[in-house]
């Protein structure tokens, strides 16, 4: 069998570490926590969301950074303070932007392809992940936002996915619970949501049961190609294996660095909270369907019957995982504003670093040395994105090690 190591224990990692031993490999999963799921997949805004495949690189994301730069409570904060990789990385943003349609369209469909896999994998390990199948409603409160949303559409439609403007009345139908004005909604019924914690620590624990061999709290110190593999050494051991696939999150552009390739990672730090519906009226009052608003740029997830997760906000200020209460608030704002009858006594609050790449599209696939493959770099979509990238790179490690015997 062709031995792998998996370097990340998040939802790329976890799901590339399946998707591999389902195949036959003998996989070794490294994971720098003491548990998988502890980091980005720790507590999202649980969407799976296939009509939030738009990537950022547009004019109209540029706009909205200068406008909101001066505000510390904005959707997207981006910190003056100049760095090499901050500069790099925006440079090759601008770059992509003639690309954005095409991208955009190449996310929308592997989002699509993601949802047969993630599905079909609870189902054979019985995986519990408060899994609701209530699609999605994007909120637009002026029509300016609408009538740009309708372009957004006819992309995500070239994909193959349906997605449906509705009147102001239309979403009060199917989200009787929402408070405010609006000018109208985009109604995805195909999307849905779940706590990507849940459903990454249930494949990991079928990992284990499909001979996965799980090395929790072990951190890279180096990777070098050998003749006839690639070396793994952590702070506890040191191991040759046929084949290394980076799934690390914000720290894939060191390792990669390590291998001579260039994956331009940058760490965006969004923020969660999740809000205890711990009494009868909270739980009544608080919305069943997802939310997206596109104003605020925050999504909400009803995570079983007695917790709702609020998430969103971008921040580009490094390799900070502070949680600041000025970011928290505008979120716990938006609740009271939409839900008040939802009891805000018990909110939790999170911040997580997205790997996010400056064309928006995860890389995935071989590096320049042979034996190292690379699935990272999801950004906002790596929930929603991990089962297919996780096939997809499982099925170049195959063709891979096919070639070699």
């Given at each position: 069998m062709t031995r792998v190591a998996v370097i990340g224990g998040g939802i790329t990692g976890v799901t590339t570490a399946y998707a591999l031993a389902r195949r036959g490999a003998d996989v070794t999963l490294i994971e720098r926590q003491r548990y998988a799921a502890m980091e980005t997949s720790f507590a999202n805004g649980g969407q799976l969301s296939a009509s939030h495949a738009e990537?950022?690189?547009?004019?109209?994301?540029?706009?909205?950074?200068?406008?909101?730069?001066?505000?510390?409570?904005?959707?997207?904060?981006?910190?003056?303070?100049?760095?090499?990789?901050?500069?790099?990385?925006?440079?090759?943003?601008?770059?992509?932007?003639?690309?954005?349609?095409?991208?955009?369209?190449?996310?929308?469909?592997?989002?699509?392809?993601?949802?047969?896999?993630?599905?079909?994998?609870?189902?054979?390990?019985?995986?519990?992940?408060?899994?609701?199948?209530a699609g999605i409603l994007h909120v637009y409160r002026e029509r300016a936002g609408f009538e740009r949303a309708a372009g957004v559409s006819q992309l995500l439609a070239r994909a193959g996915l349906a997605r449906r403007a509705v009147t102001f009345e239309e979403m009060r139908a199917i989200e009787p619970t929402l408070a405010g004005e609006f000018y109208g909604g985009y109604y995805t019924d195909s999307d849905s949501t779940g706590d990507?914690?849940?459903?990454?620590?249930?494949?990991?624990?079928?990992?284990?049961?499909?001979?996965?061999?799980?090395?929790?709290?072990?951190?890279?110190?180096?990777?070098?190609?050998?003749?006839?593999g690639v070396r793994v050494t952590t702070q506890a051991a040191s191991s040759v294996f046929d084949v290394a696939v980076i799934c690390a999150g914000t720290a894939s552009r060191a390792m990669a660095a390590m291998l001579g390739d260039h994956v331009n990672v940058y760490p965006v730090k969004g923020y969660s909270i999740t809000v205890h519906l711990d009494d009868a009226a909270s739980r009544a009052a608080a919305p069943t369907v997802s939310l997206l608003d596109d104003a605020t740029k925050l999504v909400s997830s009803r995570l079983g019957e007695d917790r709702l997760r609020v998430a969103g906000t971008a921040e580009f200020n490094g390799e900070n995982r502070d949680i600041r209460a000025d970011r928290v608030a505008p979120l716990l704002r938006w609740v009271e504003q939409h839900f008040p009858q939802v009891n805000t006594r018990r909110v939790v609050p999170?911040?997580?670093?997205?790997?996010?790449?400056?064309?928006?599209?995860?890389?995935?696939?071989?590096g320049q040395a042979a034996g190292v493959f690379y699935n990272t770099g999801h950004g906002h979509l790596g929930w929603t994105l991990a089962a297919a990238t996780a096939e997809m790179v499982s099925d170049a490690v195959t063709r891979f090690s096919a070639k070699r015997r």
């Open positions: 990537v950022w690189n547009h004019r109209y994301t540029i706009m909205n950074a200068l406008k909101w730069m001066a505000r510390c409570d904005a959707p997207l904060l981006l910190h003056p303070r100049p760095s090499w990789h901050k500069l790099s990385w925006f440079a090759e943003f601008l770059a992509a932007m003639p690309h954005y349609e095409r991208n955009t369209i190449a996310t929308a469909r592997m989002a699509i392809a993601a949802r047969e896999h993630l599905f079909a994998w609870a189902a054979d390990e019985a995986i519990d992940f408060d899994h609701r199948r990507i914690h849940k459903f990454a620590t249930g494949l990991a624990e079928a990992c284990l049961r499909r001979g996965v061999a799980c090395r929790y709290g072990q951190s890279i110190t180096s990777l070098q190609r050998e003749s006839g999170w911040a997580g670093l997205r790997p996010m790449l400056p064309a928006m599209l995860p890389k995935v696939g071989p």
